[in-house]
């Protein structure tokens, strides 16, 4: 029993007629008679008789009419959401990032595919980078966003990007008056207190390097950092990502002294799988993420 075999027989019923049915299928009638006799065979019995020049449903033909329309009804949901899902138009992917890479360029990508794929559904989950591994070894997620470097050799990239660093204090701040008249290490002097946050080996050191024993600094994760710069008590060093709402709306402010360096957090998308193996629903994700990334670039 096929689903041919199934429309062949609804179309039958409803037109009235093989010819009709025939003609409405673009098929010739001895295929639609080939169908019916095929399914006659699979019920086991008659679902037609005729009355004269005109056709009727068997009782057995009446009581399996409306398990057929079901059955042709889920066929062709089913047909359609696995030609979706090949088109990377559905399905599900589980994703993991780390708490401090959750708004920006991220949310972008995810509000972008909720808006434009709503068959695709993201789940997703946050971790530090040792977490991220578990997670994937585990096939908890499919893909992960992670900083480098990471020494697990069968973790493949599937896009690495910089995000930049920016020193940041809130507008009521003393420093932000003298935003280009200060150099980075008088900043860091009188940031009362300085926050410092690991984003990586160059970050760190350059931010340690500027300290004393006698500066009033803290050493805090991302997220408890961003909520001191936001309450007025010191400057910290964030990602772009964390504080570009709040940059915008004037919540926060970006202090540039002249020798500020350029500095970044190496990121990476990576997965267990090539991103040849990658799944079309997953590759709608990375090619949606390549796509707004490139353009905040």
Avoid at 35 to 62: C, H, M, N, P, S
Avoid at 105 to 126: C, D, P
Avoid at 278 to 288: E, K, Q
Wanted: with cysteine; glycine share 6%; aromatic share 10%.
């Amino acid at each position: 029993m096929d689903i041919n075999q199934l429309k062949a027989f609804e179309h039958v019923v409803r037109l009235g007629s093989f010819s009709k049915a025939a003609r409405y299928l673009n098929l010739s009638q001895p295929t639609i008679s080939i169908r019916i006799q095929g399914l006659e065979k699979e019920v086991g019995g008659g679902l037609f008789y005729r009355v004269g020049k005109r056709i009727e449903l068997t009782e057995a033909g009446k009581g399996f009419l409306p398990y057929a329309r079901q059955a042709i009804e889920i066929l062709t949901k089913g047909m359609e959401r696995a030609q979706l899902m090949q088109e990377g138009k559905s399905g599900f992917v589980t994703i993991g990032t780390l708490p401090s890479y959750t708004s920006g360029t991220f949310s972008s990508v995810i509000a972008y595919l909720n808006k434009n794929y709503s068959e695709i559904k993201l789940e997703i989950h946050t971790g530090h980078n040792q977490q991220i591994i578990e997670m994937l070894y585990d096939g908890f997620i499919k893909m992960g966003f992670m900083t480098k470097p990471y020494f697990n050799t069968d973790i493949k990239s599937i896009f690495t990007f910089k995000e930049p660093l920016v020193l940041v204090a809130h507008p009521s701040h003393h420093l932000a008056s003298t935003n280009r008249t200060l150099s980075c290490a008088d900043m860091i002097k009188n940031s009362q207190p300085y926050i410092i946050v690991d984003w990586s080996e160059e970050s760190k050191h350059w931010q340690k390097s500027l300290l004393s024993p006698r500066i009033d600094h803290l050493e805090l994760p991302p997220a408890t950092a961003l909520d001191l710069v936001f309450s007025n008590n010191g400057i910290a060093l964030l990602t772009e990502s964390m504080v570009t709402e709040q940059l915008k709306d004037k919540k926060l402010v970006k202090l540039q002294p002249a020798d500020l360096p350029a500095l970044y957090r190496e990121m990476a998308l990576v997965s267990l799988e090539s991103e040849q193996s990658l799944s079309p629903t997953a590759m709608r994700f990375v090619d949606a993420f390549r796509k707004q990334f490139n353009k905040v670039d």
